[in-house]
């Protein structure tokens, strides 16, 4: 699996909580940058670029060192500057992490393949392939930084080898799942609305079983994936579909939903 060298203060969450870093438990009205609407203080952070790139430009060393002080820097103030922070970072690195995907697998860390409506921005919060993404970003930046600033540091290949081997392709295959779930009535996920309280969304009729997606992962290898279930604290693999070479993950995510639908009316 992917080893980070260093321990670094984990970023702040996207969800708000009730008191911002650096200073947990005060409620002060804040004057600072992070005061500024999102858009300025995006614009703001764009403005430390030393020069513009254009789509598809190569990224420059000037340029590079400017993530990797975003990266392990800037993003750690607070939530504020860790969600501009990221907006821009993706966006950087969107299509390096693109060009990096093992053929025929497919990727869509944004859920970029639904219309733009408040449910989508939920599942958007869910969505796993997204962390795989953002922990190579956080590699990346490292290593780029590593290499400009130093001719005797070698090129790691073997930390982005379990990152597109492994994590991206099972994670991508779990977002299939709960897409295919979610649209045969089988998976549901639950959002907390404003007051705390958990809301359900799923489609299956009233009296169906469904298995909530947080519950869910799957078991990855070269010649089968499972659907791998958390009950009373403890997983178990309650599925397994066997893996073509060059196949698809949208073959075996389609699979295991259709699996799960016969387990649950059988469960």
Same mark, same amino acid.
């Given at each position: 699996?992917?080893? +980070?060298?260093?321990?670094?203060? #984990?970023? %702040? =969450?996207?969800?708000?909580?009730?008191?911002? %870093?650096?200073? %947990?438990?005060?409620?002060?009205?804040?004057?600072?940058?992070?005061?500024?609407?999102?858009?300025? *203080?995006? *614009?703001?952070?764009?403005?430390?670029?030393? /020069?513009?790139?254009?789509?598809? !430009?190569?990224?420059? !060393?000037?340029?590079?060192?400017? *993530?990797?002080?975003?990266?392990?820097?800037?993003?750690?103030?607070?939530?504020?500057?860790?969600?501009?922070?990221?907006?821009?970072?993706?966006?950087?690195? *969107?299509?390096?992490?693109?060009?990096?995907?093992?053929?025929?697998?497919?990727?869509?860390?944004?859920?970029?393949?639904?219309?733009?409506?408040?449910?989508?921005?939920?599942?958007?919060? +869910?969505?796993? /392939?997204?962390?795989?993404?953002?922990?190579?970003?956080?590699?990346?930046? $490292?290593?780029?930084?590593?290499?400009?600033?130093? /001719?005797?540091?070698?090129?790691?290949?073997?930390?982005?080898?379990?990152?597109?081997?492994?994590?991206? =392709?099972?994670? $991508?295959?779990?977002?299939?799942?709960?897409?295919?779930?979610?649209?045969?009535?089988?998976?549901?996920?639950?959002? %907390?609305?404003?007051?705390? !309280?958990?809301?359900?969304?799923?489609?299956?009729?009233?009296?169906?079983?469904?298995? #909530?997606?947080?519950?869910?992962?799957?078991?990855?290898? =070269?010649?089968?994936?499972?659907?791998?279930?958390?009950?009373?604290?403890?997983?178990?693999?309650?599925?397994?579909?066997?893996?073509?070479?060059? /196949?698809?993950?949208?073959?075996?995510?389609?699979?295991?939903?259709?699996?799960?639908?016969?387990?649950?009316?059988?469960?």
């Amino acid at each position: 699996m992917v080893v +980070i060298d260093e321990k670094v203060i #984990a970023p %702040p =969450p996207y969800a708000p909580t009730s008191s911002s %870093p650096p200073f %947990p438990g005060l409620h002060l009205h804040s004057t600072g940058v992070s005061a500024l609407p999102p858009n300025l *203080l995006l *614009l703001v952070i764009d403005l430390t670029f030393p /020069e513009t790139q254009s789509i598809g !430009e190569e990224i420059t !060393e000037s340029q590079r060192r400017t *993530l990797y002080w975003l990266t392990c820097h800037l993003r750690l103030v607070n939530h504020t500057f860790y969600i501009a922070c990221m907006h821009i970072l993706r966006s950087k690195y *969107l299509p390096v992490y693109q060009s990096l995907i093992r053929t025929p697998y497919s990727s869509d860390p944004f859920h970029t393949s639904s219309s733009a409506t408040s449910h989508d921005n939920l599942l958007g919060m +869910i969505q796993r /392939e997204t962390r795989v993404f953002d922990i190579f970003i956080a590699l990346k930046a $490292r290593e780029d930084f590593f290499m400009d600033a130093s /001719e005797l540091h070698t090129f790691r290949e073997e930390l982005f080898k379990d990152l597109f081997d492994l994590m991206q =392709p099972r994670s $991508r295959l779990e977002d299939l799942v709960r897409h295919y779930g979610m649209r045969e009535g089988v998976v549901h996920v639950t959002f %907390p609305n404003a007051r705390g !309280e958990t809301a359900s969304r799923h489609t299956r009729p009233s009296g169906a079983r469904s298995v #909530a997606f947080s519950l869910l992962s799957i078991s990855f290898s =070269p010649r089968k994936v499972g659907l791998v279930l958390m009950t009373s604290g403890r997983k178990r693999t309650i599925l397994e579909v066997s893996r073509v070479p060059n /196949e698809k993950l949208e073959i075996p995510a389609k699979k295991l939903v259709k699996q799960l639908r016969v387990w649950l009316d059988y469960a």
